[in-house]
T-cell receptor, first 114, second 110 residues
């Protein structure tokens, strides 16, 4: 395992459809984060898990967004009833809860809502 | 919340040195990270500073002044592959989220 992986890398969907993204963290990392990034901006925090527990959610995470990490390993982020404003790069990161706790990012899923 | 400010774009010549600045305002500061992000790719970790001073790592160095709420990333011996966006992000006590600035786009020209 050499890094964080995300699937799919690209997703095009029509407004109103549901989409689900998957993130597989670095295997020994117990913390997993979701961020969203739009063009010309830095990533914005959405939510994070420690093991299987979702410990924090941003106000950006409307009730159309839900994230899970059922076994404390991979995580899914679902967006229901997508809107054009949801178009962005969705980044996943993981870290180990010790020391400097550097977050390592996956390649992201680029979502385009038509 | 955190207020993080970075200049937006700079152009530099191959082989030169460039300094990218980042200022922040936050309470409970617990460290500042620099990431490099090439277009369409994920941010990759460059450096972490939590104490005042300079951290050197090969061609890249990062400096932090906690009292001034200021950091810079120094890129030496610029190479074409260094053309990217450079993001600074702060982390605060009791909160594991990274708060990012908008990033500084560096364009390296021959």
């Amino acid at each position: 395992d050499t890094g964080v992986s995300q699937d799919p890398r690209h997703k095009i969907t029509k407004r109103g459809q549901n989409v689900t993204f998957r993130c597989d963290p670095i295997s020994e990392h117990n913390r997993l984060y979701w961020y969203r990034q739009t063009l010309g901006q830095g990533p914005e925090f959405l939510t994070y898990f420690q093991n299987e527990a979702q410990l924090e959610k941003s106000r950006l995470l409307s009730d159309r967004f839900s994230a899970e990490r059922p076994k404390g390993s991979f995580s899914t982020l679902e967006i229901q009833r997508t809107e054009q404003g949801d178009s962005a790069m969705y980044l996943c990161a993981s870290s180990y809860s010790a020391g400097a706790e550097t977050q390592y990012f996956g390649p992201g899923t680029r979502l385009l809502v038509l | 919340g955190q207020n993080i400010d970075q200049p937006t774009e700079m152009t530099a010549t191959e082989g030169a040195i460039v300094q990218i600045n980042c200022t922040y305002q936050t309470s409970g500061f617990n460290g500042l990270f620099w990431y490099q992000q090439h277009a369409g790719e994920a941010p990759t970790f460059l450096s972490y500073n939590v104490l005042d001073g300079l951290e050197e790592k090969g061609r890249f160095s990062s400096f932090l002044s906690r009292s001034k709420g200021y950091s810079y990333l120094l890129l030496k011996e610029l190479q074409m592959k260094d053309s990217a966006s450079y993001l600074c992000a702060v982390i605060i006590y009791g909160n594991n989220r990274l708060a990012f600035g908008k990033g500084n786009q560096v364009v390296v020209i021959p």
